[in-house]
């Protein structure tokens, strides 16, 4: 299959024109011209450089990678329709199997915008962060979706030394259990599923620590757990940690909320407030 450069760029720039900021959970600015999202905006969201994006809509880009395209039609909203007919236009096969589970749902990310005061994620049973509102990514970081791994919460955990920075050092091994024993409820689901091998097997190669806790065999799926993120704007903050699973289970909407009796809110108000600035000065 080969790429049409042409009728995706037309694509791109007729979906980004039917998003509404709104939707997205941006702020409609002062001096907004475009009926849309800028492209600025759309490579934002969707974790990738805006000079990319910009020569993706001028038919003179490359060819982008699955991933490139998953989080492209997550930004842009599109149906499974709409996220099929993207990666024909890239010269790729549409997702199938275990594969569709990464296409989110339109109404859980509108559910994911209108929280824009709550970080919150929507995660694959294998890690993967398959979309975050903008309060969540100015608290917990973008994600790369270039690299194979590179959006999953587990590999980034044990391999990625600047992750675990972000949380106190006496709780590291209690947070690598949880991703463990999760990841093992996971795979035991998928049972015969080649990209859950692949990750097991790429973070045994990659991490002895890993290796030896996938051998104890622990399972828990991650539900709700208290955790503390030490922000380099905001400071330490306190996090209750709720998991709601989607009814087929390979999905889960990712709640970070204040524990009670706490000042997490009025910190996370602030992050809220600069967590947005990247958009409004682009604006």
């Given amino acids: 299959m080969t ?39 759309v490579a934002q969201l969707a974790g990738m450089s805006a000079d990319y994006y910009i020569r993706l809509e001028q038919a003179r880009g490359p060819q982008p990678s699955p991933q490139m395209l998953s989080a492209l039609a997550r930004a842009l909203r599109l149906s499974a329709d ?55 990514r100015a608290l917990l970081g973008g994600v790369c979706t270039v690299s194979e791994h590179g959006r999953n919460v587990v590999w980034r955990w044990f391999t990625d030394p600047a992750v675990r920075g972000a949380y106190p050092a006496e709780e590291h091994d209690h947070y690598s259990r949880l991703h463990v024993a999760d990841l093992r409820a996971a795979t035991g689901r998928r049972a015969g599923d080649l990209a859950a091998a692949r990750l097991v097997e790429r973070l045994s190669e990659a991490s002895d620590e890993f290796s030896a806790l996938w051998q104890l065999h622990e399972v828990a799926v991650r539900r709700r757990t208290r955790m503390r993120v030490l922000h380099d704007v905001i400071g330490p903050v306190d996090l209750d940690c709720q998991v709601l699973l989607a009814p087929e289970g390979d999905q889960r909407l990712v709640l970070f909320t204040p524990p009670p009796g706490t000042d997490t809110a009025s910190r996370l108000g602030l992050l809220e407030v600069v967590g947005t600035e990247e958009f409004t000065v682009a604006g």
Avoid at 94 to 108: F, K, M, Q, Y
């Fill in 82 to 136: 709409e996220r099929d007919h993207l990666y024909l236009l890239a010269g790729h096969r549409p997702p199938a199997g275990h594969a569709t589970g990464d296409h989110v749902s339109p109404g859980l990310l509108h559910l994911l915008d209108q929280l824009s005061a709550t970080p919150a994620q929507v995660l694959s049973d294998l890690g993967d962060v398959l979309a975050q509102n903008p309060i969540a």
């Fill in 3 to 41: 790429i049409n450069r042409r009728e995706l760029a037309d694509f791109l720039r007729c979906s980004r024109d039917r998003v509404r900021p709104q939707d997205v959970g941006l702020p409609l600015g002062p001096r907004r011209r475009t009926p849309g999202l800028r492209r600025e905006e």
